[in-house]
């Protein structure tokens, strides 16, 4: 059974900074492109930014310069690094990893279960 578990959420003045992790277990043999989404109250639930298994990145506009994400394959743990927050960002943030249980099985996408993050002002 494959799991993803987020930590690191939590509220943040305007400005401050908040280190999300995620983390994959079970029966993880590869996993390829890793993602953070986010969704606000009322919103639908969009792309923050997404990693390859080779590092490649990809961010939204709208965090371009101020977050940064990472992964250790080894560790099959991924990390949003968010900086000079902005109450905007409020949302509940979730990982998606696209990976695959055992050698030769299809890649199925997998989900966390969410972690808030709340900006004052």
């Known amino acids: 059974q494959v799991q993803l578990v987020e930590s690191g959420g939590g509220l943040v003045q305007a400005g401050g900074s908040l280190r999300l992790s995620c983390v994959a277990s079970?029966?993880?043999?590869?996993?390829?492109?890793m993602a953070w989404y986010r969704q606000a109250p009322g919103k639908e639930r969009e792309l923050v930014a997404s990693?390859?298994?080779?590092?490649?990145?990809n961010y939204a506009d709208s965090v371009k310069g101020r977050f940064t994400i990472t992964r250790d394959n080894a560790k099959k743990t991924m990390w949003l690094q968010m900086n000079t927050l902005k109450p905007e960002d409020t949302a509940a943030y979730y990982c998606?990893?696209?990976?695959?249980?055992?050698?030769?099985?299809?890649?199925?996408?997998?989900w966390g279960q969410g972690t808030q993050v709340t900006v004052s002002s």
């Open positions: 990693i390859g298994y080779g590092g490649n990145t």
């Open positions: 079970g029966s993880v043999f590869t996993i390829n492109v």
């Open positions: 998606k990893a696209d990976l695959a249980e055992r050698v030769g099985a299809r890649m199925y996408d997998y």
